[in-house]
C-alpha cells in the first residue's frame, strides 16, 4: 500500500506539554517528507501561532 498523505493533529499527540515537537518528531516528518508523502498538520489553533511552533 502506498501512502500518498498523511494527517497528524499537533494537540496533545504531536506537541509536548511546553508545545514543542520533539527532535525525533521531527525527523519522522522529513523522513516521510523526503519519500514524497504530504504531511498535513490538524489543530484549532491560529496559524499564525502554529507558525512560531515549528
Request: net charge neutral; proline share 0%; no cysteine.
Amino acid at each position: 500500500m502506498d501512502v500518498h498523505a498523511i494527517f497528524i493533529d499537533m494537540d496533545g499527540t504531536l506537541l509536548s506539554a511546553s508545545n514543542k515537537i520533539s527532535q525525533r518528531n521531527i525527523q519522522a516528518l522529513y523522513r516521510l517528507i523526503n519519500q514524497g508523502v504530504k504531511v498535513f498538520l490538524a489543530t484549532g489553533r491560529h496559524y499564525e501561532i502554529i507558525y512560531e511552533l515549528l
